[in-house]
């Protein structure tokens, strides 16, 4: 064990919280206790206020201008907003969270607020890379750390400041898979050498089932609909959980059966032959690419990170200029522009192909979700009253229809990822790309987008994703297309051929 | 990251980033207070001579340098076709007159752009932002809230430069990129805005779950010395700036800005 690091109690009476401006509040009376030394998953629909539990627990929900609170909340008996330090925070986004520019100054920067001494913040720093399993120099830049890194330096930062409770929001919701097992296991590690008080928030119940010994799953508003010991939880509540987002094993999608429309027959659209891609003023990334699109096909394109999959999608997706082979839309997707989506005017690229990018707020143009959706109709110049039939069709489609009005910066997450789909759908491309379509997504908006491109598909439309996803890939009948790994290319180059 | 990414190397990368801080203050200040060639020219050579004694990459100089090497000859004409005509003039068209007078400020506007910019870039460019913050916090006293704060969101304009990209490209995507330029750049950077308070009120958040901001009285992890290497910077800093105005009213060339 750590020395230094004493496990925590936690101890909510009648507790609630109401955000600044909101009518109801996010959570209502709660109350709830934790044992030093337990570990806790938290589960919960988006909505039931567990982020904001975390905050609380973590001493960062803000003063009176934030919020309201009532009841009381206390970690080892004392407010945790007076005392940094009990409580340590680790959140969803691995790149809002490096503070610093080298690996060991951000680790040390919990240690430096809280006034520790110079000869103990090094110890520390160096105890905590270590317990995280981060391989890296204290001067190594955190620039170059890819996502599960970031995530784990940002681990070693919450311990080195020894925390008898930690908490983790979401920790692996943007990690590809090899990310989310790196920051488990560092997770699982730490807590072994701690044995610090654990609360952990995450859709994705696998990953964390074999770490945690008790379940509590809130209810709309904060109230605790169950808890208990992980199986039994996990068995007694299984369908209603899985009906509010929860990832729960053993329950799984629908079996989709997207027909054999994938014949030898589909007519081609798309082909790319021994095609070298990389982003614009960059190296180039991968060569030797090949690849036919047709219609009414699912295409997943899979492979390692930094592989250069988003870079394939956009290359193919006629956004960035392609580095060498050749890259042919048929005269059945061209339709009479060129023969290269990348020579296609802007305007040219609607109907044929829609892109769908991994975060959602770049794509947004508009100030209203209906404005957003009309905005690729309406560069076409058809017809006011088509347009508004096409997007009324989309906001019920993607149950949106509530939300005509609203901005679609202040979307939920998977709201944002519904409406980013339904600007591509909105003219009718024939070719349909998406980068990572399901990342951080729950289990009810995974189960929408699924059903959705199993009818885009039974439509006619090409549809090619790049994703981590292999359940993605078996349940919506996709090819696999992989993309060569970065190390056989570099070998490949180098060699004597 | 890279295009703030610090220069390691030379004499000049374990120099105190306060005191190269304080020899550059000291140079420029005193430059800007006249606007003869001749005290331009005498700080120029002198800060060419230091400048030999960095061990800098001549290629990274050059490089870092060239926006200035452009701007200062640029600014030099502007000065000469427009500058407050004075004696002989040698032609006239339309607003611009060239003159004895004028071509004698443009010159004196080109030196004295390179003898201020060019010791502001070397020193700057070798200094890393976070050992600057150190300094400034433990050598000059700066609020510890503000220069870490400042920092921390240095590091956000590498990513400002992603999201700018991406936004590019999704508008392409999005079937609007053909016209209206200056709407769509306008409505790029509101979106470009919103991502960044965004990603800023995360990273605050993050800090504060870090303990920033807290009662307890910061300690620093990295110790940030002052040298007597670090006084010496600052002595040459003052010695360039004291020949220069020494030769320059020596000549009787020192016009005073001020008043004149």
Known sequence: ?497 | MTIIAPLRVGNLALVNPVAKLAAVFIVSLTLLLTIDWLSAVVALGLECGVLAFTRLPLRAVVLRTTPLLIAAPLAGITTVLYGQPSGQTYWTWWAVEISEGSIALGIATTLRILAVGIPAIVLFITIDPTDLADGLAQIVRLPARFVMGGLAALRLVGLFVEDWRALELARRARGVADTGRLRRIAGQSFALLVLSIRRGSKLATAMEARGFGAKARRTWARPSVFAARDWTVIAIGCAVAACAVVVSVAAGSWNFVIGS
Do not use: Y
Request: aromatic fraction near 4%.
């Open chain 1, 1 to 497: 064990m750590m020395p230094g690091t004493i496990p925590a109690s936690v101890r909510l009476s009648s507790w609630g919280w109401r955000h600044a401006g909101r009518r109801d509040a996010a959570v209502r009376d709660l109350d709830l206790s934790i044992e030093p030394g337990e570990r806790v998953l938290l589960l919960g629909a988006s909505g039931s206020g567990k982020s904001t539990l975390l905050a609380a627990l973590a001493g960062v929900l803000g003063g009176d201008e934030e919020g309201e609170e009532f009841g009381s909340v206390l970690v080892d008996g004392r407010n945790p907003a007076q005392q940094r330090g009990t409580s340590g925070l680790l959140m969803q986004d691995p790149d809002a969270q490096v503070v610093l520019a080298r690996v060991g100054d951000d680790v040390a920067f919990g240690c430096e607020n809280l006034g520790v001494e110079r000869s103990e913040i090094w110890r520390r720093v160096h105890a905590s890379l270590e317990a995280v399993g981060l391989d890296r120099p204290p001067e190594f830049p955190t620039a170059q750390l890819s996502g599960g890194q970031k995530q784990r330096l940002a681990l070693a930062g919450v311990i080195a400041m020894q925390p008898g409770l930690l908490l983790l929001d979401e920790p692996t919701a943007n990690l590809d898979p090899v990310g989310v097992v790196e920051v488990r296991d560092a997770v699982a590690s730490v807590i072994e050498r701690t044995g610090a008080t654990l609360v952990v928030v995450e859709h994705r119940v696998e990953v964390w089932r074999s770490l945690v010994n008790r379940v509590i799953v809130l209810d709309h508003g904060g109230s605790v609909l169950a808890d208990g010991a992980p199986d039994e939880i996990l068995r007694a509540e299984a369908t209603h959980l899985s009906a509010a987002g929860v990832w729960v094993p053993g329950v799984h999608a629908e079996a989709f059966s997207p027909g054999d429309l994938g014949g030898s027959d589909a007519q081609l659209l798309l082909e790319a032959k021994d095609l070298a891609i990389g982003r614009p003023r960059s190296a180039i990334i991968a060569t030797g690419l090949s690849l036919q699109i047709a219609a009414g096909r699912t295409t997943v394109i899979t492979g390692q990170n930094g592989a250069g999959k988003s870079t394939m999608a956009l290359t193919i997706g006629g956004l960035i200029p392609t580095r060498g082979g050749a890259l042919a839309a048929t005269p059945a997707l061209a339709a009479g522009a060129a023969d290269s989506p990348i020579r296609w005017r802007s305007r040219e690229l609607l109907g044929r192909i829609g892109s769908v990018f991994q975060s959602p707020e770049h794509q947004f143009i508009a100030q209203t979700v209906r404005d957003e959706l009309a905005a690729g109709p309406r560069a076409l110049h058809e017809p006011a009253d088509a347009i508004d039939r096409r997007v009324d069709e989309l906001l019920a489609r993607l149950r949106l229809d509530a939300l005509a009005a609203a901005n679609p910066f202040t979307l939920s997450g998977g709201q944002k990822r519904r409406l980013s789909v339904g600007t591509a759908l909105a003219t009718r491309p024939k070719l349909l790309i998406f980068d990572e379509p399901t990342f951080g997504q729950d289990a009810v908006t995974w189960r929408e987008l699924i059903a959705l491109f199993c009818e885009l598909r039974a439509e006619g439309h090409a549809i090619v994703a790049v994703t981590h996803d292999r359940e993605f890939a078996r349940a919506t009948g996709a090819v696999e297309w992989r993309m060569p790994d970065r190390r056989q290319l570099v070998d490949a180059a180098s060699g004597p051929s």
